[in-house]
């Protein structure tokens, strides 16, 4: 089965890049997408396939990937970003999330 | 505007049932791919399982842990989307998300709780 690995957590100071990998081999052949969620709400798209950003996303998310891993780039984090951060993708009718991120910015 | 409203959560007994709904509108249910994904208390998502639209076969798949007790259904005539689930387990007891997604957009209801306890 598939699997995808994120680091536990991540922690900046605001201003700061964070960066958060994503790792699995299916991310060799399938597109990535990156979820963020905040206590008590849904989970909000921010990254998909690997590097596009939805409209409504500020600028200081991008995306990116090389070989079996994709990365998220939050350039100049702001304290509002302070967040849980999924990576997910999708193969063989099976879709797999990563384990999650806890990104403290402060 | 697209939204999506979970119903049906509650508090139910090891081995007991539940079905649980998710009413779509601002968008054209009929052509989408749905899903349900869960979030035990203080963990990661999981994803439960997913139906295409019936111009795409209308076919389900369900991951490992509830596959054979979970069922997926739609009626694309009241804009619904179901979640039957059967033999509930208390490793069960999670937030239940309904899901909405295309190749560039991700849409997320805000849950409905499931608890399964004695």
């Known amino acids: 089965s598939y699997e995808l690995t994120q680091p536990s957590s991540v922690s900046v100071s605001p201003g700061q890049t964070a960066r958060i990998t994503c790792s699995g081999d299916?991310?060799?052949?399938?597109?990535a997408r990156w979820f963020q969620q905040k206590p008590g709400q849904a989970p909000v798209l921010v990254i998909y396939?690997?590097?596009e950003r939805p409209s409504g996303i500020p600028e200081r998310f991008s995306g990116s990937s090389s070989g079996t891993t994709v990365t998220l780039t939050i350039s100049g984090a702001q304290v509002e970003d302070e967040a849980d951060y999924y990576c997910y993708s999708a193969a063989d009718n099976n879709v797999i999330f990563g384990g999650g991120t806890k990104l403290t910015v402060l | 505007e697209v939204q999506l409203v979970e119903s049906g959560g509650d508090l139910v007994k090891p081995g007991g049932s539940l079905r649980l709904s998710c009413a779509a509108s601002?968008?054209?249910?009929?052509?989408?791919?749905m899903s349900w994904v869960r979030q035990a208390p203080g963990k990661g998502l999981e994803w439960v399982g997913r139906?295409?639209?019936?111009?795409?076969?209308?076919?389900?798949d369900y991951a490992a842990p509830v596959k054979g007790r979970f069922t997926i259904s739609r009626d694309d005539s009241k804009n619904t989307l179901y979640l039957q689930m059967n033999s509930l387990k208390t490793e069960d007891t999670a937030v239940y998300y309904c899901?909405?997604?295309?190749?560039?957009?991700?849409?997320w209801g805000q849950g409905t709780l499931v608890t399964v306890s004695s």
């Open positions: 139906i295409k639209s019936k111009t795409d076969g209308g076919t389900t």
């Open positions: 899901r909405s997604s295309s190749s560039d957009l991700d849409y």
């Open positions: 299916v991310l060799a052949k399938k597109y």
């Open positions: 601002g968008f054209t249910f009929s052509n989408a791919w």
């Open positions: 396939k690997d590097s």
